[in-house]
């Protein structure tokens, strides 16, 4: 991945969401690893350029609706079109969810995804070094933590849209209102559950890039 052209205040987050959706395609195995990893690639591109101006550490939720990545029979998010255009692929290549919400604040990645009415979530929270170093573990064990995940996605059942596209949904297709959802709902990667990061102790420094 082209790391150094990502700005290190939000790489952390954009390659966990990157990974996220990954691991939510690659769970079907319908594209290579090769193909997978160049979309990747550009798609982190494509999210820091979107994101550039708009991702405040002192106000995380600030901007979220903007920055939420969202997936269903009526809304093909436009960061995950450019990333296929740019890889030659249709988007239904991906096999992603019939729903789909991926939010990617400062220090918080959480993605909701329902399947046949079945609600499933996974969130990753993490601040400063500990937030690096999970994400750096996470790429170093990324065959056993797509396991654990592509099990608990997997043993839903077959979902439609890797047979029929993306249709079947029948709800709203604005973003929810919060980016937290229930704890009931959260799965958690056995390998990968960080603590909730304390906002108030983040640098004064790295306070703000945003000039919104």
Known sequence: MLLPVIPLVMMDEILAGVYLIKVLTSTYERLSQDILDKFGDKLALILCHRYKGHWNLSKPKKGQAYRCIRNNKDIKDPSILEACAQCCLKYTDLCLP???????????????????????????????????????????????????????ISSLSTPSYCTSGNGGSTQDSRPPASCTPPEENIWWAPSVKPGIPDFESLPEEQENITDK
């Open 98 to 152: 019939d729903e789909m919400t991926l939010w990617i604040n400062p220090n918080d990645v959480s993605v909701l995804v329902v399947v046949d009415n079945h609600t499933y979530a996974l969130k990753i929270y993490g601040s400063g070094a500990l937030f690096a170093s999970e994400i750096d573990f996470m790429l170093e064990q990324e065959s056993t933590i797509l396991d654990d995940i592509s099990i608990a």
